[in-house]
């Protein structure tokens, strides 16, 4: 069974541009969390969606959102870049919500702000 | 809100030797508490879970953990390290809730030598 795929892999944008990036779960899985992981403050959690409908969020500003479709991919996108949004994104799928349910991460995304 | 503390962002031990990596969680109910691994490049990956059931966890690659209440503690040990273990390790922290957001410990970069 193939894992948890995120495209791209690696992102260099500029200042003021926005970008998306993508989440693959395993098949058969309908919860996403996106996560970003930087060297200052480790590990934050961004969102959490379930069923394309976006069950927790984090404390990120509006410039961050996400979405997930019917097929259980999701998106995010990140407006007016700035510096300190370098940072690798993981995404990590489940069966479902809750504890019970094994989270998969994906090898992240690293996105580079010049 | 819950919070992860893992102690020591650098750990070095000799091939062979004991590993301990220390985590410590509060929250005001027993949570559920992860241990995953994270390779250079890559995503991360889950090597144990404690869900209320035994209070000692063994999980992949030789781990285990022990739950303590009293000490509000879940630490990581494994008898006898590997060159292979050489990776950084996140503690983690799931609230007995329907959500799968995970809040992880700063981690801890473990060091192998020969």
């Known amino acids: 069974k193939a894992g948890v795929t995120q495209t791209p892999r690696y992102l260099i944008k500029t200042r003021g541009q926005q970008v998306t990036l993508s989440c693959s779960p395993i098949s058969g899985h309908r919860s996403v969390s996106w996560y970003q992981q930087t060297p200052g403050q480790g590990l934050q959690f961004l969102f959490e969606y379930f069923s394309e409908t976006q069950r927790n969020k984090g404390n990120f500003p509006g410039r961050f959102s996400g979405r997930q479709f019917s097929n259980s991919r999701s998106e995010m996108n990140v407006s007016t870049l700035e510096l300190g949004d370098s940072a690798l994104y993981l995404c990590?799928?489940?069966?479902?919500?809750?504890?019970?349910?094994?989270?998969?991460f994906g090898p992240g995304t690293r996105l580079t702000v010049t | 809100a819950q919070s992860v503390t893992q102690l020591g962002s650098h750990v070095s031990v000799s091939e062979g030797a004991l590993v301990l990596l220390r985590c410590n969680y509060s929250?005001?109910?027993?949570?559920?508490l992860f241990w995953y691994v994270q390779y250079p490049n890559q995503g991360l990956q889950l090597l144990l879970k404690y869900t209320s059931a035994a209070t000692l966890v063994k999980g992949i690659n030789g781990f285990e953990a022990e739950f303590k209440k009293s000490e509000t503690s879940f630490h990581l040990t494994k008898p006898s390290a590997h060159m292979s273990d050489a990776a950084e390790y996140f503690c983690a922290v799931l609230p007995n809730s329907g959500y799968s957001t995970l809040t992880f410990g700063k981690g801890t970069m473990l060091l192998v030598s020969p």
């Open positions: 990590a799928s489940s069966l479902g919500q809750g504890a019970q349910n094994e989270q998969y």
């Open positions: 929250s005001s109910v027993p949570p559920y």
